[in-house]
């Protein structure tokens, strides 16, 4: 009589048959082989390059258990990465999902956050191809998404020319005006804190946007850690400088609310809208792709980096009465986590 | 004057500088654009399709702190995901490097790791070509490891026939001996042990072995979590039973030393050795195409699954004097961390 251990299905097995089940099969076009093997066997169509990029989702930091809701973790770690695709201009495609579970959460917190992982895959059209799991006390998320994008056209962070117009996408600052509500516990009193915390639980990256871009954007990212940070990066990139223009800005809300939208839209991260530039020979025929299917806003300006400005601030926030002043990079850091707003 | 912090790199962008100046651009071909963008971009060659694999790599699970030195860390973890690759047959290519770096280890620390990370990756001719960062109390690692492979080509699981023979490369056992060592503080005390300590602190995954298997092995995965767990995944996927022969098992010691090197063998995970099956009219050409190169070693043979023994264990240990017993898999359950062995 063999040990009952052998006829035991481990729970590494068990956990990945049901995950297995969730997936549905053939999805997208390109998985030759998907999760169950040592790897996946992807296969993009033929001209079309891979978008890849990975993001880390750290319980404590991005979000905490006992606040966020299981469901919501899943869906925002998916957005993250579907929103780098975006910044791309690629398609969504494959994801792949590293866990390490927390120890003390039940089999039933682990699919909850599969099931939001899941929906925001479906609602861009990519699929679950994979990932890796591992326990501890503390949860750790990465996802990895591929996308899959018309040889050459990628949408870079390196093209912005002096002269090019800055553009957002939605209303800024909305997620971290949502993240203060959760942490603080404070319940939406109007459609207006509704939609911002509603931002925060469900992001939604903008891949049609950027699919829209291709070829009119001079460069692109998407806000995630915050404009002020994100604008610099996107600036460094390009060996240019830039002007925002203060009464532009697409706020969450009106002034004197006892709340900064302007602190908001310039430092919060997460909104994960996308941050761009289009040549201005190029601006007509962004309306016209673009239409009224999504709000675009003309936030500012590329400018040349004159000799003399070389050590100064990449970064200036115009005033409404035309006088600027430098505009430090004060979003998120992931390695200097305490300077989060 | 602009306040102080507008000159100051982000700790984020000053890593990342760091990171980018370690790769060597245009090591491999097909990276059309690496670190430093919202996402990578990737071509591979024509008519060749993609391997993915990720592997988390955490701490105390998978190391720790003060035992495993940080550069060994790095290296262990890119090997990971590139025996994940050698198990498809699949040539290493890149890989994306997500990390959660502890913040009380100095700058220096990340570093030891990358150094340990990009050494591995060298070796295997791949290259870095993206990742996150975050930080957090605990080091958790994810690695993504992307391969190319021959259209149509990738070794599987599930491909294993009654009658074929089981192969596995190298020593079974080293990695979770050399482990108990440095658990235990123990200082090698002969070649045997040395060289056991190096295999878990180095393992050496079999990418050259994993291409020359293409179109002769029936099913193949690497030896991450024990011959009895891997084996028995391998049997599942196919349908199929299987028998070890228990003499035939190149274990890492000789009997009688202290040491269960059986069960270190049947058991013991982080070999990244290459477990494979191969249909007996390929077996001439399997030795024909390896050669000397590598210890192959005959483990036993695939067993078709008998109506009366659905239900029964997979697999079966054969001892020398020709009598079978269940084999249960006991190898490390990534849900399940108490079992390691």
Chains 1, 2 share one sequence.
Request: charged share 25%.
């Amino acid at each position: 009589m063999p040990p009952k251990t052998a006829l035991r299905q481990s729970d590494e097995n068990a956990w990945l048959d049901w995950v297995r089940r969730q997936v549905r099969p053939a999805a997208v076009g390109g998985l030759r082989l998907g999760i169950g093997d040592d790897a996946a066997i992807v296969r993009p169509r033929s001209g079309w390059e891979i978008a890849v990029t990975t993001d880390l989702m750290i319980e404590g930091t991005h979000f905490r258990r006992g606040i966020d809701r299981p469901e919501d973790c899943g869906y925002r770690l998916a957005m993250r990465g579907l929103s780098d695709l975006a910044a791309m201009g690629a398609e969504p495609w494959m994801l792949f999902f590293s866990a390490l579970w927390p120890k003390d959460e039940p089999p039933a917190w682990r699919r909850s956050v599969h099931r939001g992982l899941t929906q925001a895959a479906h609602a861009a059209g990519a699929t679950l191809a994979g990932g890796d799991v591992s326990s501890g006390v503390h949860a750790c998320f990465d996802i990895v998404a591929l996308g899959q994008i018309p040889r050459g056209q990628a949408l870079r962070r390196d093209g912005a020319r002096p002269g090019d117009r800055i553009f957002v996408s939605g209303t800024l600052g909305q997620a971290a005006w949502g993240r203060q509500m959760l942490d603080h516990g404070h319940i939406p009193q109007n459609p207006r804190e509704r939609s911002a915390l509603r931002r925060c639980q469900r992001p939604c990256a903008r891949w049609e946007l950027g699919e829209k871009l291709r070829g009119l954007a001079s460069a692109a990212m998407d806000l995630s850690d915050g404009l002020s940070s994100d604008l610099d990066r996107l600036c460094a990139a390009s060996g240019v400088h830039a002007r925002v223009d203060e009464t532009s800005l697409p706020l969450a809300g009106p002034a004197g609310v006892g709340q900064n939208f302007l602190a908001l839209a310039l430092h919060g991260g997460e909104d994960y809208e996308l941050l761009f530039t289009v040549p201005r020979r190029k601006l007509a025929a962004l309306t016209q792709r673009t239409g009224a299917s999504i709000q675009l806003t003309e936030v500012g300006e590329i400018l040349p980096v004159r000799r003399a400005r070389k050590s100064q601030p990449r970064l200036w926030l115009q005033a409404g009465n035309g006088r600027s002043q430098p505009l430090a990079p004060q979003g998120w850091d992931a390695l200097r986590p305490h300077t989060r707003h």
